[in-house]
């Protein structure tokens, strides 16, 4: 998914504070770290200690909160991000000085923290791929605690024990709007918990070009009503999401505000209905008129080689051109599927090809990042370097199609090499059941593609 207002830039208020940050997260910071291996262990150890943690980015006068549970693995401390049902393990953890870096998976960001009293940690969340360094500042406090807290009068709380009771598992239609004026349409679907010590709520939002992933909280009560507050953090995007009910609350009304990371906000207004949607994802974007296949070479991330839909590997065989970036949540997600859904069908004469579309114009750095993806997450189809990342360059890497609208967009080519469908966006695994519709369309496209 393309997210409209994500990639913010910083300035560093100090020269001195970047310095610190950039030797402390980058590759040559570990290097030159002064400690051995052992000792820096121990000293990340020592920050970080085994338990759940609740951290907290602090951005636009909000608290983005997040959960995390710290572990010794062969011993080594590990991080693990909870976000509602998903768990993202971080194992590239290393210390200079007192600074502890968190490299956050694949994504070029890191957690750079150190000790701010018993059991409490304080630093920032870095982010490297920008133009210049994105920085949020970050606080975490030990121990199991809500994400989100009441802070309102006992009417709120009796009117949250009301939309409890009728608004649990629903689907609404959505409408966000951001500080221009430009609206784009959404479906949420809010799983709303009890009110009581075990409040626990998890949703997520569709949209045309993807959706806004695993979002876990729960409800708050306040003295304007109640409250539903939902956030994530994956280590490239932080969201909250803050939206309160009408005075009629089984309606299934709510309205709010969304806030991205530094700078980015929209408002929201969502309302209960069951048979929401959206258009039809593989009607958004197509081929130019007169066009029937995609014509592309590019450089492979594995040195040396080129990547083309003509090559003799691919004659004869249906193939899946993916576009995707290795700073792309959704693209992880769409891959997550994709890596081990070849391995395990790449027999009955079905390739992928992985178009990555970076956020640096280095071809060697781009390489270098799609290289580092294809390894964690076991990646058996080859991906080329072709690109930026933005929409525009991506639509003119691949001129036969109308435009590329989102990351990731996937293509299918038939035996003969014709393009017979471009879908835009991906329903992750947080949309639950529209996930199970996006894999089985998958399967019977490929499919009917190979039966012909």
């Not at 121990?42 to 572990?71: H, K, M, N, Y």
């Not at 594995?302 to 083309?308: C, N, Q, T």
């Not at 639509?395 to 014709?418: C, M, N, R, Y």
Request: hydrophobic content about 35%; aromatic content about 10%; proline content about 4%.
């Amino acid at each position: 998914m393309t997210f409209p207002f994500v990639s913010g830039r910083l300035l560093l208020g100090s020269a001195t504070l970047l310095t610190t940050l950039l030797s402390a997260c980058n590759s040559g910071g570990d290097k030159n770290a002064t400690a051995s291996e052992g000792g820096a262990t121990a000293a990340a150890g020592s920050v970080l200690t085994a338990g759940t943690w609740r951290g907290v980015l602090s951005a636009q006068g909000q608290e983005i909160p997040f959960l995390f549970d710290v572990a010794t693995d062969g011993g080594k401390p590990t991080v693990t991000l909870r976000n509602g049902e998903e768990r993202l393990k971080l194992d590239e953890i290393t210390t200079a000085g007192d600074s502890t870096t968190i490299r956050l998976g694949v994504f070029d960001a890191a957690l750079v923290v150190r000790a701010d009293g018993a059991d409490k940690l304080k630093g920032a969340w870095v982010k490297y791929d920008a133009k210049e360094p994105y920085r949020v500042a970050f606080s975490a406090t030990k121990g199991e605690q809500p994400l989100f807290t009441d802070s309102g009068t006992e009417q709120g709380y009796k009117l949250a024990t009301e939309v409890k009771d009728a608004m649990k598992e629903l689907t609404y239609s959505v409408q966000f709007t951001d500080d221009q004026g430009e609206s784009y349409p959404a479906v949420g679907i809010f799983n709303i918990g009890t009110i009581d010590s075990a409040n626990k709520s998890t949703g997520t939002f569709l949209t045309t070009t993807g959706d806004y992933r695993y979002l876990a909280g729960n409800l708050v009560a306040r003295n304007d009503g109640t409250h539903i507050m939902l956030s994530t953090f994956d280590g490239s995007h932080a969201f909250l999401f803050d939206g309160v009910t009408s005075k009629n609350p089984r309606l299934g009304e709510f309205k709010g505000h969304f806030y991205s990371g530094k700078s980015g906000h929209e408002t929201w207004t969502a309302k209960g209905n069951p048979n929401a949607k959206l258009p039809d994802a593989n009607a958004l974007t197509g081929l130019k008129p007169g066009q029937k296949r995609l014509d592309f070479k590019f450089p492979s991330i594995m040195e040396g080689g080129s990547i083309s839909p003509t090559d003799p590997k691919y004659q004869g065989k249906v193939v899946v051109v993916q576009v995707l970036g290795s700073w792309c949540p959704n693209c992880m997600d769409e891959t997550n599927f994709l890596a081990p859904w070849y391995e395990q069908n790449k027999q009955r004469g079905v390739e992928i090809i992985g178009l990555g579309f970076e956020r640096t114009p280095d071809q060697k750095l781009a390489s270098q990042k799609l290289l580092k993806m294809k390894q964690r997450m076991n990646i058996g189809y080859d991906i080329a370097v072709a690109g930026v990342a933005n929409k525009d360059s991506a639509s003119k890497a691949l001129p036969q199609l109308a435009k590329v609208l989102a990351f990731p967009t996937t293509i299918f080519l038939d035996k003969k090499g014709e393009v017979r469908k471009v879908h835009t966006g991906f329903s992750g695994p947080g949309t639950g059941k529209y996930y199970e519709q996006e894999k089985a369309e998958f399967e019977k496209t490929v499919a009917q593609l190979l039966a012909e």
